[in-house]
């Protein structure tokens, strides 16, 4: 690969070398296509060293440096070249870390005096994380399994170089040329080689010997780098610590200022509201807020400490105050206090609410047993003025299917029977048995409502034959048989219906019609039907309005002696 | 000194970076400031006869669009899975999480931490603690209720995966 790099760099350098100090980029982008990834590395790294050449050529051209180095050249018999090569090398390795690859783990590390790394078992954490991350996402995002090399940030450097179950990382002050990370992987390589079966082991045990050995190797080394430097004909330029830690040192002083500023108003502060509440109260600044600290005897004035720091500073309040034990004491006493004219307050506004309430109570309570009482009388005058309807229905119920109940006349109509022969007054007993059952029948029903019946009436009915007159007194006659017949039926006798039933001749006034011709044996008959007494349904109506008319006395008296 | 690599996942905002900083800085607050990546703590850890020095990982907590980086998982010597124990949420993706652990770190012991408890009344607290023990009872080697904000729970987690480490 050093051949191919050679080969190419030959070709390449004369016709680009024009082009390459402004175009890196574009030639690795398009060199990358064409060669692929691994060849696009040692292109791009023949093209960065070339650059440092050219770079260090421009910069020393007209310099001293090159006067020195022609005379050292000379004196020493070391070429030019040589001497330039060595310059080149001036990245310098301020420690060493072995990482366990797995676990992040530190297994050892070593470092230049007053270069120390602090804590580096958190660094070690650190820096595997991150290039954990970085790895992870070039795997995502590229095709070639490949891991970062290089991390730089600044003027510090970390190159990491993995091997098995570990990897090693170097911090420098610079990025390191090909040769150094030569030098590192060989050092390394010969680290790997030696402690490879207790790397495959490591524990997370540092007690083991062989971490001490292998940070005395580290050591070792970095010591042997340090010589060289001391020994070497390098240029001493600028150091870039130096300079990061004049820098620094400015940046500190600067925030030391800053720092002391503000540790300056937080104490005025505080005397300000010392004077303003007797309290003494601490102010401890942080980035965005101001904390309260201490212990006061009283909180009133917190509101006003907390608006004099936020016109002052600007910053929110995080109250950690502590209320003393003497303010304790007092609070609780006026809360107790306070307790108690409460609960006082409570009892007298429960006793003036139950007085209030009472007679409203009492009174919704009276009218609460008119409502029921109403609710009554109303359910009772209903039943009144409905009771016809109600024997009606009663009626229809029972002798629905009964062929001599008339529903429109809620009567008995035994048009069907031939009961009387023409001109006859008495019944056919063939036939009467018929009557007696229904008419049986007809009073179970009317009996419940007996004090509401006026007369049950047993009416006679002729056909149209004979003249009106004898119609009259013939049919008066049929009523009059049926209704001896009817009071000696044990069931009528039990019942003491003699009073109501009533016997009347109705002639030839409702005879039956056929197809507009009389039926005459149909019309010679018997109707039984009942009439109920108005004065009754009046009698009890005004009952119950007489009784209502008492209870609304009573009520007014009652009222009366209530108040 | 031993040094263990201990992690923490779980769902976002289940309050692995503030049970952590409970742990080691013995601090809390209630800002919640989203974990980017990894965050890598350092604390020892005091037993009996030894003390394990803990890097702790607090990985960026998964999300359904963002999943937990399983990179961060691998060489993990311990692990505590975070739930919160008012978002049921999160106790249903544990064994998610688990799965994960199994495939990465198989040999690694596991606790379980049900935090933010002080949100909830002790018996609900308890009774949701039983229903995960029915459930991964059998898979981790302990189950705890935990709390960041009152530090209910943290050092005897943090113990309890030592001792599991080392044995």
């Known amino acids: 690969m050093p051949e191919l790099s050679d080969s190419l760099q030959k070709v390449i350098a004369p016709a680009i070398s024009k082009e390459i100090a402004n175009n890196q980029d574009v030639m690795i982008d398009a060199l990358y296509p064409i060669m692929g990834g691994m060849i696009s590395k040692y292109v791009t790294q023949s093209i960065k060293e070339l650059m440092e050449q050219i770079n260090r050529k421009i910069e020393n051209g007209l310099s001293t440096e090159r006067f020195k180095r022609k005379l050292k050249a000379k004196f020493t018999g070391v070429s030019e070249t040589e001497l330039l090569m060595e310059e080149s090398s001036d990245a310098v390795i301020s420690a060493l870390f072995v990482i366990h690859k797995d676990t992040g783990l530190l297994i050892s590390s070593a470092s230049m005096a007053k270069r120390e790394i602090d804590d580096p078992q958190m660094v070690a954490s650190m820096a595997s994380a991150i290039k954990d991350f970085i790895n992870d996402w070039i795997n995502k995002h590229q095709e070639n399994k490949e891991e970062i090399q290089i991390l730089s940030y600044g003027n510090a450097t970390l190159y990491i170089e993995s091997a098995g179950s570990v990897y090693v990382i170097a911090f420098l002050d610079s990025e390191p040329d090909y040769e150094l990370r030569s030098e590192i992987n060989r050092f390394f390589a010969s680290i790997v080689k030696q402690y490879a079966l207790y790397f495959q082991n490591f524990d997370g045990d540092d007690s083991a010997p062989e971490v001490s050995e292998i940070s005395q190797k580290m050591q070792d080394y970095l010591l042997l780098q340090t010589d060289f430097d001391r020994s070497s004909t390098s240029v001493q330029k600028h150091n870039p610590a130096k300079l990061i830690f004049l820098a620094l040192g400015v940046l500190l002083l600067g925030y030391g200022g800053y720092i002391a500023n503000e540790w300056y108003k937080i104490r005025i502060l505080e005397t300000q509201i010392k004077q303003k509440t007797a309290q003494e109260i601490t102010l401890n600044a942080h980035d965005n807020t101001i904390e309260l600290n201490g212990y006061v005897d009283t909180l009133k004035h917190i509101p006003e400490v907390i608006d004099l720091i936020g016109e002052k500073t600007g910053k929110p309040v995080i109250n950690h105050l502590i209320l003393s034990t003497k303010g304790q004491e007092y609070l609780f006493a006026k809360q107790q206090k306070n307790i108690q004219d409460d609960e006082q307050k409570l009892t007298l506004l429960q006793k003036q609410f139950s007085e209030t309430t009472k007679p409203v109570l009492e009174s919704i309570a009276e009218l609460q047993k008119k409502i029921v009482l109403l609710e009554a009388k109303e359910t009772e005058i209903h039943h009144i003025l409905h009771i016809k309807d109600e024997i009606a229905s009663k009626l229809f119920t029972a002798m629905k299917n009964n062929p001599f109940y008339n529903r429109q006349e809620q009567a008995l109509d035994f048009a069907k029977l031939h009961l009387f022969s023409v001109q006859q007054v008495d019944y056919n007993p063939k036939e009467i048995n018929a009557v007696k059952k229904t008419f049986e029948h007809y009073l179970s029903v009317l009996l419940p409502y007996r004090a509401y019946l006026k007369k049950i009436i047993i009416e006679g009915h002729s056909d149209s034959s004979g003249t009106a007159a004898n119609n009259m007194v013939l049919t008066q006659k049929r009523a009059d048989v049926v209704k001896t017949y009817l009071l000696k039926q044990p069931f009528v006798q039990k019942a003491h219906i003699e009073n109501l039933l009533e016997s009347v001749g109705s002639a030839s006034k409702e005879i039956i019609l056929v197809n507009d011709q009389e039926d005459h044996n149909a019309s010679r008959r018997i109707m039984i039907r009942f009439e109920l007494d108005p004065d009754m349904v009046y009698e009890t109506m005004q009952k119950v309005f007489n009784i209502q008319q008492k209870d609304d006395i009573i009520n007014r008296n009652g009222s009366k002696e209530k108040l | ?167």
């Open chain 2, 1 to 167: 000194m031993i040094s263990k690599k201990i992690i923490l996942i779980g769902d976002f905002a289940t309050g692995k970076t503030s049970f952590i900083r409970r742990y080691v800085d013995n601090q809390f607050s209630d800002t919640y400031l989203s974990t980017i990546g990894v965050k890598i703590s350092r604390k020892n850890i005091a037993l009996e006869h030894e003390t394990v020095q803990g890097l702790i990982w607090d990985i960026e907590g998964g999300t359904e669009i963002k999943p937990v980086n399983t990179t961060y998982l691998t060489g993990a010597h311990g692990c505590i899975i975070v739930a919160d124990i008012t978002r049921e949420e999160t106790i249903e993706h544990i064994a998610n999480y688990l799965k994960t652990i199994g495939d990465i770190i198989p040999s690694a012991p596991v606790i379980l931490v049900l935090n933010k408890r002080d949100m909830l009344e002790n018996i609900t607290a308890k009774n949701i603690l039983e229903q995960v023990k029915q459930q991964y009872g059998q898979t981790v080697n302990d189950i705890y209720l935990g709390s960041a904000k009152s530090g209910s729970g943290v050092e005897e987690v943090f113990y309890t995966l030592a001792h599991s480490m080392l044995t």
